[in-house]
């Protein structure tokens, strides 16, 4: 999909600035999800559209702070170098503000359950990305391939809450130890959030409270210190549906 960060940065804009044609509902969605179109001078995109007035209400999570988190998951990824989330901004659509994320062209056939036993690394990244933020819906269709061989995750409305909420269908690693390269990149990430130097930072404080972003350093550093792959924690660890 993507050749580099002036692809990124290309898509960016155009999800920022382009004029978003609703293309159609996406029928499978909890809350109300929207295919669009977004048409630019300089390129045109498809995109995934969640309006913060779409959200079904959740007794855990803030009503209209779905689609924060779900740009708090793109600069979650952003940040730790992984570029596992699709492009994702915040912006005013059809249906008022919400997240527009960049549609990745895919097979909906192959997701993580019909892919189990291969791209062994990029999974291990995001079973580590879910864990850092709090997953409470790591579906097997939330993980998906492009045509150049790369994974993507995809939908995370409820994520980084303070409380553990870790729900996922991938528990191959546990036990195992973390790759060196990736425990690096969770080090770098710690050092980031204690910086508070760049306006990425400053953004994360304002998509997230308090609670959650201490929650959140807190399950960095765990990670670093036990630095293995967890064990399912307490109560239901596998969302459902699995698909």
């Not at 995109?47 to 793109?74: N, V």
């Not at 969770?186 to 409270?209: A, C, K, M, T």
Request: proline share 6%; charged share 20%.
């Amino acid at each position: 999909m993507m050749a580099g960060n002036d692809t990124t940065a290309a898509i960016l804009y155009i999800l920022e600035h382009g004029r978003i044609e609703l293309e159609g509902l996406v029928p499978w969605g909890s809350n109300y999800t929207f295919l669009v179109h977004i048409s630019h001078e300089s390129g045109k995109v498809d995109a995934i559209y969640k309006p913060s007035q779409g959200e079904r209400p959740l007794w855990d999570f803030s009503r209209g702070t779905l689609c924060l988190r779900e740009r708090a998951a793109y600069l979650t990824s952003e940040i730790l170098g992984w570029h596992i989330v699709p492009p994702t901004i915040l912006r005013e659509g059809p249906h008022g503000w919400g997240s527009v994320q960049y549609f990745v062209e895919h097979d909906p056939q192959l997701h993580y359950l019909t892919l189990q036993g291969q791209y062994e690394h990029q999974i291990q990244r995001i079973t580590l990305f879910d864990v850092l933020i709090n997953n409470a819906d790591r579906k097997s269709g939330h993980v998906i391939k492009d045509e150049e061989e790369q994974l993507w995750a995809i939908d995370h409305g409820v994520c980084f809450h303070a409380d553990y909420k870790l729900r996922s269908v991938i528990w191959d690693f546990s036990g195992h130890p973390i790759p060196e390269d990736l425990i690096a990149d969770l080090v770098s990430f710690r050092s980031w959030l204690g910086s508070g130097s760049d306006p990425s930072h400053e953004e994360l404080i304002q998509l997230l409270d308090r609670k959650e972003l201490d929650a959140l350093v807190g399950r960095v550093e765990h990670m670093i210190k036990e630095g293995i792959f967890p064990h399912p924690g307490a109560g239901r660890h596998y969302p459902w549906p699995l698909v």
